[in-house]
């Protein structure tokens, strides 16, 4: 968004501020220390944590809004509000007045000068600190960036995103996406486009209201972004520029237009609705990028972690419970044209066509009277040889193995709230797990991933093998 309170709050400058040494990402809170999600008030260079370690970002703010007893602000006061704050991670401006991500920047343009600056420091710290951080990386064990195979080691590549104020959603679907080859190739594949005022695609076009939005291109931000993923140039990559674009939402895809989506992920479901009266049977195609499952209400109930105390919830029951033949209740009843009303009936899906990638959401929040819950239970998914065959509308029509997937990412929520808690990815490249949370990625093993209570669920279709066995 576009802030107001910039010209009002923003009141440093790089050659006057009075920074902390070292590297920005790992600036410590001046009240509690911590050094996790370090903020810099833009109004006075202080150091606080955000709000979702201790909040003291958020206190500094609050701090200054208070007025002074029995006495109006002075004109200094009210023109340094400490209202505006950047995080020292990714490099985002947020203001607190307006409780929002912020766009713009002020006349003088400096927001982006604080931005280049503490980039200049980070810069200058991780070339510093180059030598000490390749001394770890040789001495990591698994969860790090090597990995012994057949007695040698090998570097790993993987890039985490930085999280630019919840956006862990987007930053699990992202690195879920990557792992997919069918899909992010089609992305790393593409030229690099040019902008019209002559920069080239690898500049940053997020912060500078003059660039207009003509020379941003979502598709192009998203390349650079799957690009950078697996390039192990850097350990956490900051997607701001996808983020600003997919904010302003391109008008150029309102219409649909972007065809790999749907050749990758798009299938075909069949409606079949049949009316108890009289028997007519209506059905139509509805085209699909993802299927919504909900977990049987049988398995909702709450029991302990490890599943001791009822029959465990399986993929295929949430599946089945999605294709089954259902009785639609009272404030559904179906617009039957021979009985010329609405009637009770019965619903059935069918899966007409199969997409190259399934993804399969489960719904894990569920309403009720008065509130919305998360449906916490566990809900046991293979990791080879999801069996689709039984759920097609023509099975004798597909090959045995255009009906099997294996899995290829896995996104999780964590937390018991609806408006809260934080979302990581599980995915697989080269036939090894890893863990995104975001600039954080780290190897895992199966075991780990089959126990995730997985939020959605990405399968991608297996490719006939000459001599492959079913799973």
């Known amino acids: 968004m576009e802030c107001p309170h910039l010209s009002s709050s923003v009141c440093i400058a790089p050659d006057s501020a009075k920074f902390p040494n070292g590297s920005p990402s790992s600036w410590c809170c ?40 029995n006495h109006k602000k002075s004109e200094k006061q009210d023109k340094a509000q400490h209202t505006v704050c950047m995080d020292c991670s990714s490099y985002s401006t947020y203001c607190y007045r307006c409780d929002d991500f912020v766009v713009n920047d002020t006349k003088l343009g400096l927001v982006q000068k604080v931005r280049e600056h503490l980039q200049n420091l980070e810069n200058s710290a991780f070339t510093a600190d180059r030598h000490k951080k390749r001394k770890l990386l040789e001495n990591s064990s698994l969860n790090s ?8 080691t090998t570097t790993i590549c993987a890039t985490g995103l930085r999280n ?12 879920s996406l990557s792992n997919i080859e069918q899909f992010c190739c089609y992305f ?6 040019e902008l019209r005022n002559g920069k080239t695609a690898g500049r940053r076009t997020y912060h500078t209201r003059s660039q207009g939005d003509n020379n941003v291109s979502l598709v192009e931000e998203f390349r650079k972004t799957l690009c950078a ?33 749907t050749a990758i992920f798009g299938g075909i479901l069949q409606n079949e609705v049949n009316c108890l009266i009289c028997g007519t049977e209506s059905r139509k195609f509805d085209p699909f990028l993802d299927l919504s499952l909900d977990i049987p209400s049988q398995f909702r109930s ?8 009822g029959p465990v919830c399986s993929l295929r029951d949430c599946l089945r419970s999605f294709t089954d033949l259902e009785e639609l209740d009272e404030t559904e009843l179906y617009m039957c044209h021979k009985c010329k009303k609405k009637q009770k009936s019965t619903k059935k899906f069918w899966i007409q066509k199969l997409p190259k990638v399934l993804c399969l959401h489960l719904k894990r929040f569920h309403w009720t009277a008065y509130l919305r819950n998360k449906v916490d239970t566990y809900v046991e998914f293979p990791l080879r040889g999801l069996d689709m065959k039984c759920y097609l509308l023509e099975p004798e029509n597909s090959g045995p193995e255009n009906c099997l997937y294996d899995l290829a990412a896995v996104v999780v929520h ?27 990625v780290t190897l895992t093993d199966e075991e780990t ?13 297996r490719q006939a093998k000459a001599g492959s066995d079913k799973l």
């Not at 833009?42 to 970002?57: E, I, K, M, P």
């Not at 701001?240 to 904010?247: D, G, T």
């Not at 391109?250 to 989506?261: C, E, H, L």
């Not at 991933?449 to 399968?459: E, G, P, S, T």
């Open 414 to 440: 964590h937390g018991s709230g609806v408006g809260s808690g934080h979302y990581t990815a599980y995915a697989t490249h080269e036939g090894r797990w890893f863990h995104f949370n975001d600039s954080t």
């Open 145 to 152: 960036k090597l990995l012994k195979v057949n007695g040698s």
């Open 188 to 193: 790393k594949e593409l030229p690099a486009v």
């Open 302 to 309: 709450k029991r302990s972690k490890n599943q001791e105390n």
């Open 229 to 261: 993923l697996w390039q192990g140039s850097q350990t956490a990559f900051s997607p701001e520029s996808l983020f600003y674009v997919v904010w302003k939402i391109m008008p150029n895809f309102r219409n649909g237009a972007s065809t790999v989506v």
């Open 30 to 69: 001046s009240v509690c220390r911590s050094n996790k999600s370090p903020w810099v008030c833009l109004t006075c260079s202080s150091v606080h944590c955000g709000r979702y370690v201790n909040g003291h970002a958020k206190k500094h703010y609050e701090d200054a809004q208070i007025p002074l007893t």
């Open 449 to 461: 991933v089959v126990k995730a209570k997985a939020y959605i669920l990405f399968y991608v279709e």
């Open 164 to 175: 630019l104020g919840n956006t862990c959603f987007m930053n699990a679907i992202l690195q």
